[in-house]
C-alpha cells in the first residue's frame, strides 16, 4: 500500500521485492546495479495459445530517458521482459514465450515509463499472451533495457512472485490486491446482455507522477463481460470493449463523458483502455492499465466505473469508492 510515508510513486500492486544487479555485459554509463524494485504477482490468465500474465512493478533507477515512454524505432527501447536465460551472470537469451503456439514476440511492446525524476520510479502494468504457464516462467529473469534498447539490469524470478490458481480459484480470478466492486445494469441499457450479471474487483490505483503526468494504475478482473471482445476491441468502434472512469457520479442517471482534466490534457487518456474476455461466454477477464489523467486519487473516488460491450455501448456501472483507491497514506507498508 501507501504507508510509512511513501510517495505516491512508490505504491504498488501486491508486490513482492526483487533483486536486481546489473547485466553481466552492461558497460554503462548508468549504474544498473541501481535499480531497484518490486513485481507483482503473476495472474495467469487464457488457455492454450491465449494463456498468458498479467502484472504490475514499480521500479526504481531506471532510465530517466525514458520519461516519455519508448522509441518506437529502437527495439526493446524502455523494454521490460522475462528472458530464456535463468541467471544474471551469463547472456540471458531472447524473450521467453511458447514458440511451438505464437509466433510474433509478445514482449515487442512491453515497456516502461519513468514517472520520477532522474529514474526514481516508474509504474507499469501489463498482460503478456506467452502461451506459458506459470511454472514455465519461474527461475527465469527479468530484464530491464534502457533507451537504447541495451540490457542494464537483471533480476531472476522465484515462486515468491508468482501465484496461479490457488485457493479453489481458477487461474483468471487471481486478482492484484484486489477489492470486490457492486456493478448494476447500466440505468438506459436495453440488453441484449444482462448488465447485472457483470461483476468484479478493481485493485487499488496507484497514483503516479505530478501536474501533467499524473494518473492512475490500476488492475482489474471482470465476470460477466461481452464475450464478442475474446480478441479484443474493435478498432474501428469508440469505447468497444471499454473500461472507463466517467463524470457521472451514480449509476441512476447519464454517466457523462470520460474523466480526465482536460485542462491539462487535450486528448482523452481513456480512449484505448479496454479488456479482453479471457474465459467462456465472458465469464472471465483480467486488465492492468495506467492512464495520465492529471487527476489525483481524491478527484476519482466517488466517480463511476464503466464496462462497455464490443459495440461500445455502456453495459455496466459501479461507484468507486476509498475501497479501491490508495494514494501516499494510510498506515500499511
Avoid at 27 to 39: C, H, K, M, N, R
Amino acid at each position: 500500500g501507501a504507508g510509512g510515508g511513501a510517495s505516491p510513486e512508490q505504491n504498488v500492486l501486491a508486490s513482492a521485492p526483487v533483486e536486481f544487479v546489473q547485466y553481466f555485459n552492461y558497460p554503462g554509463p548508468l549504474d544498473g546495479s541501481a535499480v531497484s524494485g518490486t513485481i507483482s504477482p503473476m495472474v495467469e490468465y487464457g488457455k492454450g495459445a491465449g494463456l498468458g500474465q498479467a502484472f504490475a512493478f514499480t521500479l526504481w533507477g531506471v532510465d530517466p530517458a525514458c520519461k516519455d515512454g519508448p522509441d518506437p524505432s529502437t527495439p526493446n527501447s524502455c523494454g521490460v521482459h522475462i528472458h530464456e536465460g535463468t541467471d544474471c551472470t551469463s547472456d540471458a537469451l531472447g524473450h521467453y514465450w511458447n514458440k511451438d503456439e505464437i509466433t510474433a514476440d509478445p514482449w515487442a511492446d512491453v515497456t516502461y515509463r519513468d514517472v520520477g525524476p532522474e529514474g526514481s520510479a516508474t509504474v507499469g502494468l501489463h498482460s503478456v499472451t506467452t502461451a506459458l504457464y506459470e511454472s514455465d516462467i519461474d527461475g527465469h529473469v527479468f530484464i530491464v533495457h534502457d533507451y537504447q534498447g541495451t540490457r542494464i539490469a537483471c533480476a531472476v524470478l522465484g515462486n515468491s512472485v508468482l501465484i496461479g490458481a490457488g485457493g479453489g480459484a481458477s487461474p483468471e480470478q487471481n486478482v492484484l490486491a484486489s477489492a470486490p466492486v457492486e456493478f448494476v445494469q447500466y440505468f438506459n441499457y436495453p440488453g441484449p446482455l444482462d448488465g447485472s450479471a457483470v461483476s468484479g474487483t478493481i485493485s487499488p490505483m496507484v497514483e503516479y507522477g505530478k501536474g501533467a503526468g499524473l494518473g492512475q494504475a490500476f488492475a482489474f478482473t471482470l465476470w460477466g463481460v461481452d464475450p464478442a471482445c475474446k480478441d479484443g476491441p474493435d478498432p474501428s468502434t469508440p469505447n468497444s470493449c471499454g473500461v472507463h472512469i466517467h463524470e457521472g457520479t451514480d449509476c441512476t442517471s447519464d454517466a457523462l463523458g470520460h474523466y480526465w482534466n482536460k485542462d491539462e490534457i487535450t486528448a482523452d487518456p481513456w480512449a484505448d483502455v479496454t479488456y479482453r474476455d479471457v474465459g467462456p461466454e465472458g465469464s472471465a477477464t483480467v486488465g492492468l492499465h495506467s492512464v495520465t489523467t492529471a487527476l489525483y486519487e481524491s478527484d476519482i473516488d466517488g466517480h463511476v466505473f464503466i464496462v462497455h460491450d464490443y459495440q461500445g455501448t455502456r453495459i455496466a456501472c459501479a461507484v468507486l469508492g476509498n475501497s479501491v483507491l490508495i494514494g501516499a497514506g494510510g498506515g500499511a507498508s
